[in-house]
């Protein structure tokens, strides 16, 4: 019986592991953007390394698709202070140049910044970009 629970907590454990697992130290971040209470249909989410607080290293770079961006370990955040901008734009086509009617492209909203700070694991951070005046 103490082999099959000893078992049992090793798997457990692994998922576990699994679940925040780091690529070279870096955390995989997820989330959600909206812009007036709707989802942000398009744009990037960035995060750079908050200088003024002493961080330092590579910024990573999230691309919104229907309110919802991911960014995998392997680019993903470092446990630190991070300045998030955030660029929303109206639906792209395949080409990404022009929505699906063939229209330009329009900017929802100008550069939209916040702070955060991410832990040492994989993260969520849901954006709400207030309404601009």
């Given amino acids: 019986m103490s082999s099959k629970r000893s078992c049992v907590t090793a798997?457990?454990?692994?998922?576990?592991?699994?679940?925040?697992?780091?690529?070279?130290?870096r955390y995989a971040v997820n989330g959600h953007v909206s812009y007036k209470g709707k989802p942000v249909p398009s744009g990037e989410v960035s995060f750079e390394p908050d200088t003024a607080k002493g961080e330092h290293g590579?910024?990573?770079l999230g691309r919104i698709t229907n309110?919802?961006?991911e960014i995998p370990a392997e680019y993903g955040v470092r446990p630190a202070a991070y300045i998030a901008r955030v660029t929303g734009y109206t639906s792209?086509?395949?080409d990404e140049t022009a929505e699906?009617?063939?229209?330009?492209?329009?900017e929802l909203f100008p550069v939209y910044i916040t702070e955060?700070?991410?832990p040492e694991?994989?993260?969520?951070?849901d954006i709400a970009?207030?309404?601009?005046k």
Avoid: I
């Avoid at 699906?100 to 329009?106: A, H, K, M």
């Avoid at 694991?121 to 951070?125: E, G, I, L």
């Fill in 11 to 25: 798997v457990l454990l692994f998922f576990m592991a699994g679940c925040s697992a780091s690529v070279d130290g």
């Fill in 58 to 60: 590579q910024a990573s």
């Fill in 67 to 69: 309110g919802k961006y």
């Fill in 92 to 94: 792209l086509s395949q």
């Fill in 100 to 106: 699906p009617t063939g229209g330009p492209v329009r």
């Fill in 116 to 118: 955060t700070v991410f």
């Fill in 121 to 125: 694991k994989n993260s969520t951070f």
């Fill in 129 to 132: 970009v207030p309404p601009q």
